[in-house]
């Protein structure tokens, strides 16, 4: 199996959940936020992933100076377990004050609570010690689209990502497209919208973009070539691989669990793109099966990154020769092949 030594891992609390699903309770008792950390190292994985309120929860009840004392308590014990944080991010869907979107509310209070919140966010990130602020923008968007207009929401995001970027000089804003869900239509729906708003803020060179697997199925794209797109501008900041069964509610499945040949092309363009050489982790935004037993409770992170591994093995061991040869041919029959067969094994 490829040395991990070429990239570095990371999940989210979030991502070891209860179970619960709209149509049914959690099927496992919650754990706690230190029994989270205790198995990050374990499973090999290198850093972890925060919303604001995993790293203080209860923010919007602290004052900003609980908050940063919070933080700083926060960082002395990741240093202390060799953890680092590679992102912060507000958590901007579950207060009431973004019932009607954040930054693109139609209240000019609710604008300001979510611009605020965010730059709370950067300030825990800076003592957390990372420069990431991932943006996914999940209530940016309408139930009904003439609640709204998407050029002046447009506008208000691009003005809630300039206050950012004034508040902090070193913060890189990665927006995370997700096309629906919550939302009936998102805004930002795909990495082409994100890269394109990031051309309107004040410093487009701070403002890049994170993708997910299960979002870029969900707007009928190829993770692998939204991968590759995003590369080309040197913009992909942050990645959450996972999996999805075509277009219904974000699965958040285990990477691989649907479609092993799409997963084998991110890892391929990942590869070459050299992803994870500028200090880039591979995050798996996955959740385990409501079925999933308490004793199985970690094994949709552990075989994500198993999967990620083996299908670096079969990049690497890939006959890229053959496949240049075979396409010169136009021979793409043969190659399909080869893949299928490189894929299934000897
Ligand atoms: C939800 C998003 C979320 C972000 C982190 O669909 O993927 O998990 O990545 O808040
Ligand atoms: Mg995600």
Redesign the pocket.
Known sequence: MAKAHSYKFCFGPWNISEGSDPYGPTTRPAQTFDWKLAQLKKLGFDAMMFHDDDAVPDIDSKSTAQILKQAKELKKRLDGEGIAAEMTAPRLWFAPQTVDGAYTSNDPKHRQYAIDRSLRCIDIGNILGTDLLVL?LAREGTYLREAKNAKRSTELLVQAFDKMLAHDKKVRLSI?P?PNEPMDHAYIPTIGHALAVAQLTHDPKRVGA?I?S??CILAGLDPADEIDFCMTFGKLWSL?L?DQNGLKYDQ?KPFGSTNLRSAFNQVRVLERNKYGSRGEYV?F?VHPFRTTKVEHWLAHLDNSRRTFLKLVEKSRSFDEAKSKQLIADRDYQALDQMVIEHLLGK
């Open positions: 996914w995370e997700k994170l997910e299960a979002h959450h996972n958040d995050c935004d």
